[in-house]
């Protein structure tokens, strides 16, 4: 059974200042608000992604159409990219484990900002009041060599759970949306929970596709 010290010692780590009173103007518009920098978050992690379609006739005048499509971009690639490293060289480079951190911190803020946890837009560099932490492994200590490869698989559970918790998270943020339009302030109770939600999967995302631990995610919201 997981303790609350252990879950608080777990390699990946989230919190969120809860804030006391929130804009409703910006609230309201939070959908369109949020455009401009959830671009530029996709550009980033879906960069290398490639679609290309082909329009010909054939021989019997007929149109025809081909479809070229390179699936992934830049999280799938760094997810193999660092499997790889882990496996047949035993090596987690410094500098990319910070961008992968910041990357994360990042997609956080937005994260963060869509579901009204925080009025401030989301900086590219600041931490503002998202506090995402992400410990750096020893990968000779601390990692499996070949545990990379099976650990998408042993996360399967928790993807089954988060995609519950996804579906409670999205109500939970509708009715935050009115309870903030009505009294400017978001429920105690559900900013917990989508919290909570959002550091299950943080620690999903370092043990199954950042691969710092080999300790198994703990089943919490804590």
Do not use: C
Not at 2 to 9: D, G, S
Not at 97 to 119: K, N, P
Not at 139 to 144: K, Y
Not at 169 to 176: D, G, R
Request: charged share 20%.
């Amino acid at each position: 059974m997981e303790t609350n010290e252990n879950i608080a010692k777990y390699a990946a780590r989230l919190e969120i200042d809860y804030p006391e009173k929130l804009d409703r103007m910006t609230t309201f518009f939070r959908l369109i608000m949020v455009i401009p920098i959830g671009i530029i978050l996709g550009l980033i992690s879906e960069a290398g992604q490639t679609v290309t379609n082909t329009v010909f006739l054939n021989e019997a005048g007929d149109v025809m159409k081909s479809t070229q499509e390179t699936v992934g971009g830049l999280a799938s690639g760094l997810f193999a990219a660092t499997a790889l490293m882990i496996v047949f060289g035993r090596r987690y480079p410094r500098w990319w484990f910070d961008f992968s951190r910041e990357l994360a911190r990042f997609g956080a803020r937005v994260a963060a900002y869509l579901f009204l946890l925080t009025d401030q837009y989301p900086s590219t560099v600041e931490e503002q009041s998202v506090h995402l932490e992400i410990d750096y492994p020893d990968v000779e200590r601390d990692l499996n060599q070949w545990l990379p490869l099976a650990k998408w698989l042993l996360a399967i559970p928790h993807y089954i759970v988060l995609a519950f918790l996804g579906i409670g998270s999205f109500f939970a943020v509708i009715i935050a949306w009115f309870a903030i339009l009505i009294k400017g302030t978001y429920p105690k109770s559900l900013f917990d929970f989508n919290v909570g939600v959002g550091r299950w999967a943080l620690r999903v995302e370092a043990y199954a596709i950042l691969l710092v631990t080999d300790e198994y995610p703990p089943f919490s919201l804590k």
